[in-house]
T-cell receptor, first 112, second 118 residues
């Protein structure tokens, strides 16, 4: 069955510290992987995506993610977080049938 | 980049009435659009896939007679919540895939519509 697991419901980091949000997926075919960010009451903004090629993907706002097929993971990282990064982050997996399945999300809190 | 809009952004309706939510692709033609529902502090759940000129494909457990989807043109899909009840209160988000981006399976999301049924 297709699924996405984000094991951390909440994460709190200090401003300026590094960040890693975990994502594991289960998908029967070649996965297309996404990270989205959602601010309260807002829609989703795509941070980055992986379809093929280089397994280290650079996104917007200084985020990157690494696809590790052997671990079925697509963790999101940022070397130094800013207070404006506080939001909900969703990992998602899709495929050729166009359906995108979302994880439950990780809420990121930033300490000043 | 591709832009998707939704209207209205917020709507309050009385129980038993129907409400229509519009999803538009502003700068591209979308043959396929998707409707999601998001409960407070929860993830997005796909409700249905909307295809231009044909019937929508609903996910298991979604009542097609309650959530009517019409994809009448290449830039517009509508979701009508019929005979709304308080449990239908939720955040509804649409998305569309840009067919110009061949090989790209990215979906562009609208800003969402907050529905409150009183």
């Amino acid at each position: 069955a297709q699924s996405v697991t984000q094991p951390d419901i909440h994460i709190t980091v200090s401003e300026g510290a590094s960040l890693e949000l975990r994502c594991n997926y289960s998908y029967g075919a070649t996965p297309y992987l996404f990270w989205y960010v959602q601010s309260p009451g807002q829609g989703l903004q795509l941070l980055l995506k992986y379809f093929s090629g280089d397994t280290l993907v650079q996104g917007i706002k200084g985020f990157e993610a690494e696809f590790k097929r052997s671990q079925s993971s697509f963790n999101l990282r940022k070397p130094s977080v800013h207070w404006s990064d506080a939001a909900e982050y969703f990992c998602a997996v899709g495929g050729r049938d166009d359906k995108i399945i979302f994880g439950k999300g990780t809420r990121l809190h930033i300490l000043p | 980049g591709a832009v998707v809009s939704q209207h209205p952004s917020r709507v309050i309706c009385k129980s038993g009435t129907s409400v229509k939510i519009e999803c538009r692709s502003l700068d591209f033609q979308a043959t396929t659009m998707f409707w999601y529902r998001q409960f407070p502090k929860q993830s997005l759940m796909l409700m249905a896939t909307s295809n231009e000129g044909s019937k929508a494909t609903y996910e298991q457990g979604v009542e097609k007679d309650k959530f009517l989807i019409n994809h009448a043109s290449l830039t517009l899909s509508t979701l009508t919540v019929t005979s709304a009840h308080p449990e239908d209160s939720s955040f509804y988000i649409c998305s569309a895939r840009d067919p110009r981006a061949y090989g790209s399976y990215e979906q562009y999301f609208g800003p969402g519509t907050r529905l409150t049924v009183t």
